[in-house]
């Protein structure tokens, strides 16, 4: 069984700072892609930022220049640092994974998500 844990969020004012962490564990034989999206309670889930597993990053418009995603491929581990957080950055951040499972078929993992809220 494999499994996603998110932690990191909480809140922050404006222009403040957050790093989420998303550590996968279980029966693991390869981690793929990585990948960080955020939800809006209403609004459809949105993705932020993707990394690689040879740690291309990719990112949204709406956070370039101010999020970096980055991953510890021997800690099964995936960043996000949240630099210059706006009000609009509010959201739940989920974390999303495909992973080969030990004698199992590649799919996709979503982490139970952490809350960002940036309010002064």
């Known amino acids: 069984q494999v499994q996603l844990v998110e932690s990191g969020g909480g809140l922050v004012q404006p222009g403040g700072s957050l790093r989420l962490s998303c550590a996968a564990s279980?029966?693991?034989?390869?981690?793929?892609?990585m990948a960080w999206y955020r939800q809006v309670t209403g609004n459809q889930r949105e993705l932020v930022a993707t990394i690689t597993s040879g740690g291309s990053p990719n990112y949204a418009d709406s956070v370039k220049g101010r999020f970096a995603i980055s991953r510890d491929n021997a800690k099964n581990t995936a960043y996000l640092q949240m630099n210059s957080l706006k009000l609009e950055d509010t959201a739940v951040y989920y974390c999303?994974?495909?992973?080969?499972?030990?004698?199992?078929?590649?799919?996709?993992?979503w982490g139970q998500g952490t809350q960002v809220t940036v309010s002064s």
């Open positions: 279980g029966s693991i034989s390869t981690i793929y892609g």
């Open positions: 999303n994974a495909r992973i080969r499972a030990t004698d199992s078929w590649i799919s996709d993992y």
